[in-house]
């Protein structure tokens, strides 16, 4: 039988790989992390599944979805043509999204993909008044319980508005003269978010960085701040109800288009098991 030394010139681990396929010595490390990661870490998705008639911005169109090949036709396999704007569903929206010269999705590094993940929670607040906004306030006292928000965080917005999804009315939440009231991001947290703690990216459950009332005045100036920092952002998250507000792992990702101004992306949480 032949037999193939297997000495990794990194790590030192000395195995013997037979023509039976088989291998012996240690697990690679990253493969033991993983096992013992998985065996005491709960899996969050965070994403909505996107489809045609979902609440999305007012100024776009609704996604098509067209199958040019379908099984139940006899094709023998099937394939669906998506036609939709970036910023559809769960979606990243990249510094070249507002600004000319800024990143776009293929220049985020993968390495921004994985984060510490925050949860600020003012879902109480919310609900009693849906035109709430963080204050720093809410940063102080997430901090007295939790330390300080790590530099290079992943901070996400808890207003349970996602559990309006997927009623477009109930998400836009607008009054008789037409103006919405809906949660969203305060220029005094963000500041501090971004020029204090050092943050790498927000994310919120909302459509929009700024609150409803400032988006029915087409005051967009929040998320303006937000990607001309050269940071970037999820929008329409879920889930954020089920994740503690320290302590999880966020991971978000996306296709790779050159020169993308947004994609809908798949966001999820690790934390660990109660």
């Known amino acids: 039988?032949?037999?193939?030394?297997?000495?990794?010139?990194?790590?030192?681990?000395t195995g013997t790989t037979a023509d039976t396929g088989t291998t012996t010595g240690a697990e690679p490390p990253l493969w033991s992390a993983y096992r013992e990661l998985t065996a005491r870490t709960v899996f969050t998705d965070l994403t909505h599944a996107f489809h045609p008639g979902q609440?999305?911005?007012?100024?776009?169109?609704?996604?098509q979805r067209e199958t040019p090949f379908d099984m139940a036709r006899g094709d023998g396999f099937t394939v669906h043509r998506y036609t939709l704007v970036g910023q559809w569903g769960t979606h990243v929206d990249p510094p070249v999204h507002f600004v000319a010269d800024g990143r776009?999705?293929?220049?985020?590094?993968?390495?921004?993909?994985?984060?510490?993940?925050?949860?600020?929670?003012?879902?109480?607040?919310?609900?009693?008044?849906?035109?709430?906004?963080?204050?720093?306030?809410?940063?102080?006292?997430?901090?007295?319980?939790n330390g300080r928000i790590p530099a290079g965080s992943f901070v996400a917005l808890r207003t349970d508005w996602s559990r309006r999804w997927p009623d477009p009315a109930a998400m836009a939440n607008k009054d008789g003269a037409g103006v919405s009231h809906a949660p969203g991001w305060s220029a005094e947290v963000l500041r501090h978010l971004f020029e204090e703690a050092g943050v790498t990216a927000v994310g919120h459950e909302q459509t929009d960085?700024?609150?409803?009332?400032?988006?029915?005045?087409?005051?967009?100036?929040?998320?303006?701040?937000?990607?001309?920092?050269?940071?970037?952002?999820?929008?329409?998250?879920?889930?954020?109800?089920?994740?503690?507000?320290?302590?999880?792992?966020?991971?978000a990702t996306w296709p790779k288009p050159r020169g993308?101004?947004?994609?809908?992306?798949?966001?999820?949480?690790?934390?660990?098991?109660?």
């Open 1 to 13: 039988m032949d037999t193939t030394d297997t000495t990794d010139s990194t790590t030192g681990t």
């Open 55 to 63: 609440p999305h911005f007012p100024a776009f169109p609704d996604e």
């Open 209 to 251: 960085t700024d609150p409803g009332l400032a988006t029915s005045a087409g005051d967009f100036g929040l998320e303006r701040y937000v990607l001309e920092r050269d940071r970037w952002q999820i929008e329409l998250m879920t889930g954020l109800d089920r994740v503690p507000e320290a302590g999880a792992l966020i991971v």
């Open 104 to 145: 776009a999705l293929d220049r985020i590094p993968v390495e921004e993909m994985i984060l510490p993940l925050v949860v600020l929670d003012i879902s109480a607040r919310v609900a009693a008044d849906p035109d709430s906004v963080p204050t720093m306030d809410d940063i102080t006292a997430w901090e007295a319980r």
């Open 260 to 274: 993308g101004s947004g994609f809908p992306a798949r966001v999820f949480a690790l934390h660990p098991a109660p």
